[in-house]
């Protein structure tokens, strides 16, 4: 794909994503690491890598009149973009966000009546299609199930490309943000030719995008946004910082359009990963749960919270998959726990 260039397609909220991204760009040795985010960003990377930073974080854009207008771009310990700015840190490797500048974004006059969604996670009819073809409770399970119990990172980048791919053949030029979602792609395609200009090798640059825009990226040599183009562009004088967040603001129920149902269960999911123990999660969440009903007057023993994890363990088998998911635990606690 993409002339050399390495695109790795995502989920802004993935565990398996965060984890495999690491693994791959550990094998492929970027000198240049490109990520989704606003291009005039870039200041903050190393704030957002400093010791005192703990996620979840936010980078706020805002404009400096009234009135004041603002997007967020939000990180978990989690989001395969903060663990790609980790890694390059660790390794001294170049990194850079490659999208519209946030003086444009703030720019695009409907930009206050859209909820936040982006890419892959704004297309609601489509996943509700998914939901009910995949027999799942929402959204969130399906991608779980078929996407974060993965178990390699050539699995998870061709799963999620093709997940990606052919979401975007469904929504095509049928979305109210589809001439933004053009003009964002164009402006990618300029950063990645840019870096090329530069003197970076293609096979030397990894992309980090969502994976509905991976497709639209790969022509970057032919078709991508001019510097005449790109200078014309609407903009606003803006400012931005860096922000603590919260796991309720990452999460769907706070009108967060790329965000998930439960964010500090992910968390689990990512634990898991860094101690390579795949159950690791399913006792965390149910354990954490056993205390909470103990400290509210409800006995719950340990041989319950381990029937717990054995039977949402069954669960996940019976519904074809290797590991138990939210659903699965949750159906457990309920029947044994409740």
């Not at 074809?320 to 635990?329: M, R, T, V």
Request: net charge negative; charged share 25%; glycine share 6%.
């Amino acid at each position: 794909m993409g002339a050399g260039i390495h695109f790795f397609g995502i989920r802004h909220l993935s565990p398996a994503g965060a984890y495999y991204l690491r693994e791959y760009l550990e094998e492929k040795k970027p000198k240049l690491v490109l990520i989704e985010g606003p291009s005039d960003l870039n200041d903050q990377i190393e704030n957002m890598t400093r010791p005192e930073t703990r996620p979840p974080i936010a980078i706020l854009a805002y404009t400096s009149e009234a009135p004041v207008r603002t997007i967020l771009y939000p990180f978990a310990e989690y989001s395969p973009e903060y663990q790609a700015i980790v890694w390059c840190r660790e390794h001294k490797t170049d990194c850079r966000f490659m999208d519209l500048p946030s003086e444009a974004f703030l720019a695009i006059p409907y930009r206050d009546d859209i909820n936040e969604e982006e890419g892959e996670e704004g297309r609601q009819s489509v996943y509700q299609g998914l939901d009910r073809a995949a027999k799942e409770d929402g959204y969130d399970m399906f991608w779980e199930r078929t996407l974060e119990h993965v178990d390699s990172a050539e699995g998870y980048r061709q799963g999620v490309y093709t997940f990606g791919a052919k979401l975007r053949e469904l929504t095509e030029g049928k979305e109210s943000d589809w001439m933004e979602t053009l003009v964002r792609e164009a402006c990618m395609r300029r950063q990645i030719r840019l870096a090329v200009r530069e003197g970076f090798l293609p096979e030397e640059i990894v992309v980090v995008t969502g994976s509905y825009h991976v497709e639209g990226l790969k022509n970057w040599a032919e078709d991508a946004m001019s510097e005449e183009e790109f200078l014309a562009l609407p903009r606003v004088e803006a400012s931005h910082t860096l922000m603590p967040y919260s796991y309720y603001r990452l999460s769907t129920r706070a009108g967060y359009g790329a965000g998930n149902k439960a964010p500090a269960y992910y968390a689990l999911l990512w634990e898991a990963f860094l101690y390579q123990e795949p159950l690791r999660a399913s006792y965390s969440y149910l354990s954490r749960i056993a205390g909470y009903q103990r400290e509210n007057g409800t006995p719950v023993s340990s041989a319950q919270t381990i029937e717990a994890v054995r039977l949402a363990s069954s669960l996940a088998q019976l519904r074809g998959s290797k590991a138990p998911s939210l659903w699965d635990l949750r159906d457990a606690a309920v029947t044994l726990m409740g």
